[in-house]
């Protein structure tokens, strides 16, 4: 059995936690079959990579180096810290101490770098923020060869994990799979046990960039999908992939069993439990993945997977973004809706900005778009800027309300099931609740809409009841 495992956020908060994490890896590597082969995925410790962000930004900003000097230290406290609650043994420790100063000294050169130079280019971002898993990812392995388990640790690159060199959000290069394997296989075939740092990439280059905010899932997946492993593991701290965000709908239950699809599309609409792309590398070999729960650890979890007929459900969950803006866009007499359509895709793709969902009106000449709230600024930047380029004006108005948030009902068993739609809207009229925009894609496995603010978890939980999801 080939088993890739991945560990982030709060499983990793501290050295009272690393070790736990170290005893459960020790434990399902020992239990029952004797070959089994472990990756382990590490991401950095709690919050680590958010401060990093956040202090490279200010540095770059304010150019204080005896600050830069000051956080360093808080770092490496925080790491030591980590470390000596988590290992007993005085010889392992003493050689993560030297680690963890030799990383952090080289932290300490590059945030000098940033306050002297005054700027923070997404490059030497990226560099920055690879310090959390770099530093988390030595402690685990540290900490499993204190228990007795032969573990070494390996940066993005030394695991294979080749990308292109778009920084912030890297993607594997085509022949890479082969890279992985390469690096993984070997050691596997030793009984080793590889801690690879999650999020972080290299070009061929050998400048490391990385893969998006969660990327560690991402990580896991695609050495899953490349070593061929017979499942991936997620584990998280919360019960598995849930119908619904249980703050916002109380009854919200554990879904046993969900697609690739499901929850791709969960991910890209908002749902934090997974990085959005890291379902696609293991579709084609389709490799389980399990969601599992930390604190309950015997527990199934949830299973991500093909769907078998008999589990799937028109509607299995609902996720909101709960801070989103709707654009309005009106074209001109003088264009098409689609010139329009394809000027303001345009404009907002060079801008970066995720567009959540679309509707166009047939009649005016209206499109209107949703984005997240924080984006709507640059995003009405773009548009105003499409009629000062060309020499006829393409958009005669636009509108925007960013007080909205949008939701979105998740189900395969909604493909040519007749009346989804009409149980969701019907659910939402009982409840008064009015809806602002709507959409479907023609995959029919979503549908999303947007409704007042104020109005948004009483419509997941309508819907919610509706559908009877997590029953
Ligand atoms: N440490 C990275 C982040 O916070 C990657 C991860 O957590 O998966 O985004
Ligand atoms: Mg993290």
């Known amino acids: 059995m080939r088993l890739v495992m991945k560990f982030g956020g709060v499983a990793v908060a501290d050295g009272r936690r690393i ?3 170290a005893e459960l890896i020790k434990r399902i590597k020992e239990e029952g079959n004797k070959n089994k082969e472990l990756v382990v995925v590490t991401s950095a410790l709690f ?6 962000h956040e ?12 600050d830069a000097k000051e956080f360093v230290a808080e770092i490496r406290e925080r790491h030591e810290g980590a470390a000596s609650e988590a290992i007993a043994d005085e010889q392992i420790l003493g050689e ?16 000098i770098g940033i306050c002297l130079l005054g700027e923070l280019t997404a490059r030497s971002c990226d560099y920055i923020v690879s310090f959390g898993e770099r530093l988390a990812a030595p402690i685990l392995a540290g900490t499993l060869r204190s228990l007795g388990i032969d573990a070494c640790h390996l940066s993005g690159g030394e695991a294979g994990i080749i990308t292109n060199d778009e920084y912030g959000n890297a993607q594997l290069i085509k022949g890479a799979e082969g890279d992985i394997r390469a690096r993984i296989v070997p050691l596997l075939a030793q009984n080793k046990v590889p801690v690879v740092c999650g999020y972080i990439g290299e070009t061929r280059r050998g400048i490391i960039t990385t893969l998006g905010r969660g990327g560690s899932d991402y990580t896991a997946t695609l050495i899953g999908a490349a070593i061929d492993a017979d ?19 109380p009854n919200a239950r554990k879904v046993p069993y969900i697609s690739y699809i499901e929850a791709m599309e969960l991910s890209y609409f908002g749902a934090s439990i997974l990085h959005p792309r890291a379902i696609e590398p293991v579709i084609e ?26 589990t799937k459900k028109a509607a299995k969950a609902i996720t909101l973004i709960e801070d989103t803006a709707i654009i309005n866009i009106a074209g001109s007499g003088m264009s098409s809706i689609s010139e329009v359509a394809a000027r303001v895709f345009n404009a907002l ?11 166009q009106g047939s009649s005016e000449r209206t499109i209107s778009i949703a984005v997240e709230r924080t984006k709507l600024h640059r995003a009405i930047e773009a548009i105003k800027r499409i009629n000062t380029t060309g020499t006829s004006p393409i958009i ?22 007749p009346g989804v739609a009409g149980k969701v809207f019907s659910a939402l009229g009982k409840e008064g609740i009015s809806v602002i925009m709507i959409s479907q894609g023609s995959s029919e496995y979503n549908i999303s809409f947007v409704v007042e603010r104020g109005d948004a978890y009483r419509a997941a939980r309508a819907i919610h009841e509706m559908f009877e999801m997590g029953r």
Do not use: C, Q, Y
């Open 47 to 52: 919050k680590v990579t958010d401060m990093l």
């Open 96 to 111: 993560l101490r030297e680690e963890i100063k030799r990383r952090t000294s080289d932290m300490e050169k590059a945030l």
């Open 349 to 359: 793709a060079a801008e970066k900005i995720d567009v959540i969902m679309v509707s």
């Open 55 to 66: 202090n490279a930004m200010r540095l770059a900003r304010e150019g204080d180096i005896d």
């Open 396 to 417: 005669r108005e636009f509108t925007s309300n960013s007080n909205v948030s949008a939701v979105g009902v998740v189900g395969a068993g909604m493909a040519g099931t």
């Open 231 to 249: 499942e991936i593991w997620l584990w998280k701290e919360t019960e598995g992939i849930m119908s619904a965000d249980p703050k916002i709908v």
């Open 19 to 21: 070790r736990a994490v």
């Open 285 to 310: 070999k389709d490799i389980p993945i399990r969601v599992k729960n930390l604190t309950n650890p015997e527990d199934e979890g949830t299973l991500i997977g093909k769907e078998p007929e008999h």
